[in-house]
């Protein structure tokens, strides 16, 4: 399993600030038994000693299933300084927006708006740091589509277009799952602007390239979510 990818995909659930949360929406997810073993072995490794490596991929693990506070402490520190880490920058960003769609709406919603459009200043600040990063790529349009606000959909819609174009450049070498999640990353934008059938027909795309069994499962996930 390609665990980048596979939490890359399973950005399309990340429900954006845009609307109200569901109860429990943000509340902890508990680990399969696969992602409790990875887990362990990341742990393990920054036990041992400091590994960005292994920081970020448990971070991402982590904002994944809502666990902010420990993600956060991960992600931080690998933002901060002049060797600041382009990927590590956009899931922070991530993690910042989601904790705005958890933020109990006080004040007129101050703070979720501080929240989304910090998160989002992180998002784009990654983006223009390493515009060509594929995780940093579909991280930032899937994010920025699910927030939906401030600006953030226009920048999802130019940079899924941009990342679209690039499919055709059979030097990039892409692996079945990674034109899977361009594809996904492509329908959560479209379903975003209000235009199901052609999230749809990206669906259908994602569904076409044969990805991994994980990744097809976050292709339900999404394919549900637009519905009939």
């Not at 934008?189 to 027909?201: F, I, N, S, T």
Request: proline share 4%.
């Amino acid at each position: 399993m390609n665990l980048k990818l596979l939490l890359i995909a399973g950005l399309t659930a990340l429900c954006g600030c845009n609307s109200p949360a569901t109860a429990g929406e943000f509340d902890p997810i508990p680990f399969s038994a696969q992602e409790r073993e990875l887990r362990t072995g990341y742990e393990t490794i920054l036990r041992e000693s400091p590994d960005p490596d292994a920081a970020l991929s448990l971070a991402r693990l982590l904002v994944m299933h809502n666990e902010f506070d420990a993600a956060g402490k991960l992600l931080e520190p690998l933002v901060e300084g002049s060797n600041s880490n382009p990927q590590a920058k956009v899931w922070l960003g991530v993690l910042t927006t989601k904790r705005a769609g958890a933020a109990i709406p006080w004040d007129m919603g101050i703070r979720k708006i501080y929240l989304a459009k910090k998160g989002l200043r992180l998002i784009d600040e990654a983006y223009a740091e390493a515009p060509k990063d594929f995780d940093v790529r579909v991280t930032s349009i899937i994010a920025g589509a699910s927030v939906g606000r401030f600006g953030a959909l226009e920048k999802a819609v130019a940079r899924a277009k941009d990342l679209e174009a690039t499919l055709s450049d059979s030097t990039l070498g892409y692996t079945a799952d990674a034109v899977a999640a361009i594809h996904l990353a492509i329908a959560t934008v479209r379903l975003a602007e209000g235009r199901k059938d052609l999230a749809k027909a990206s669906i259908g795309s994602a569904k076409a390239s044969s990805p991994s069994e994980d990744i097809a499962w976050q292709i339900s996930r999404l394919e549900t979510k637009i519905g009939s």
